[in-house]
């Protein structure tokens, strides 16, 4: 098993408690929205906010659809309102 952490930013990681999750995930997560899913179902409080937020590997904005970052880490950025 290989771990993904995500990293947690503004109401997520309010909602956790922490500023990272540590998930340990089989071969049959392979995409970003699979890790995503694997989060989901570990960290349930969290389930609802997933799907608005924005995935990033280091500076860079993935899709759901792309394969897990090689180092297996994933910032997770709620949406922001301004006014």
């Known amino acids: 098993m290989k771990p993904i952490v995500f990293e947690l930013f503004a109401n997520l990681e309010r909602l956790a408690g922490a500023k ?3 998930v340990d995930a089989g071969d ?5 929205g699979d890790a995503l899913a694997l989060l989901a179902r570990h960290r349930p409080e ?3 906010s997933l799907e608005r937020c ?5 500076d860079t904005i993935v899709r759901r659809a792309d394969s897990l970052p090689p ?5 997770l950025l709620p949406p922001v309102a301004g006014g």
């Open 20 to 22: 990272e999750c540590r």
């Open 28 to 32: 049959d997560v392979a995409t970003v």
């Open 46 to 48: 969290l389930a609802s």
């Open 54 to 58: 924005a995935c990033v590997s280091g």
């Open 71 to 75: 180092d297996g880490r994933l910032g």
